[in-house]
Antibody, heavy 114, light 108 residues
Framework: EVQLVQSGSEVKKPGATVKISCKVS????????MQWVQQAPGKGLEWLGL????????KYAEKFQGRLTLTADKSTDTAYMELSSLRSEDTAVYYC???????WGQGTLVTVSS | EIVLTQSPATLSLSPGERATLSCRAS??????LAWYQQKPGQAPRLLIY???NRATGFPARFIGSGSGTDFTLTISSLEPEDFAVYYC??????????FGQGTRLEIK
């Protein structure tokens, strides 16, 4: 069974950086792209970017370029999403999802508040 | 960027009725159009991929159709568990992905 287990909720101050993990099991980590999706409270889904765990190549949505960093550790089958210069509008649930969005993590709530 | 516009924003229907949800793309997305179902407090769940292919676990009452820029998700006869938010998504501009803003399907 494919599972994506994300790290727990975070509370950050404006200007800080958050790093969320997504540990996978049940498939070969390098076989599928890892994608990240943001969902602000009561809002829709926004694609953040993707990472190829095989070679570390990334592609980011233009809106998040410069603030978003996606990485992966093949030794632990874990993907990471780091978002810097946090502002209140980054308050959201962040999801990791594999391949063509078939499997999803449970989501991580990030709250940005002073 | 390819923009997806979903309509209506909210659809109020009763169990047993037919639901028709629309997704319009700002440019041709070929057949790279998917639909997701999301219930409160849950992650989205892939429902339809490549316009008309049902994902694992979804019954035949969910029907995807369309081509080019106009797509439809039809739920032939609503069950209580179908009331949720539905999003369309395109991957024609891979690796750049976009989602529609969602349609909330609520019980009338």
């Amino acid at each position: 069974e494919v599972q994506l287990v994300q790290s727990g909720s975070e509370v950050k101050k404006p200007g800080a950086t958050v790093k969320i993990s997504c540990k996978v099991s049940g498939y070969t980590f390098s076989d599928f792209y890892m994608q990240w999706v943001q969902q602000a409270p009561g809002k829709g889904l926004e694609w953040l970017g993707l990472l190829d765990p095989e070679d570390g190549k990334t592609k980011y949505a233009e809106k998040f370029q410069g603030r978003l960093t996606l990485t992966a550790d093949k030794s632990t089958d874990t993907a990471y999403m780091e978002l810097s210069s946090l502002r209140s509008e980054d308050t959201a649930v962040y999801y990791c999802t594999t391949g063509l969005f078939v499997n999803w993590g449970q989501g991580t709530l990030v709250t940005v508040s002073s | 960027e390819i923009v997806l516009t979903q309509s209506p924003a909210t659809l109020s229907l009763s169990p047993g009725e037919r639901a028709t949800l629309s997704c319009r793309a700002s440019q041709n997305v070929s057949n790279y159009l998917a639909w997701y179902q999301q219930k409160p407090g849950q992650a989205p769940r892939l429902l339809i991929y490549d316009v008309s292919n049902r994902a694992t676990g979804f019954p035949a009452r969910f029907i995807g159709s369309g081509s080019g820029t106009d797509f439809t998700l039809t739920i032939s006869s609503l069950e209580p568990e179908d009331f949720a938010v539905y999003y369309c998504q395109q991957r024609s501009s891979w690796p750049l992905i976009t989602f529609g803003q969602g349609t909330r399907l609520e019980i009338k």
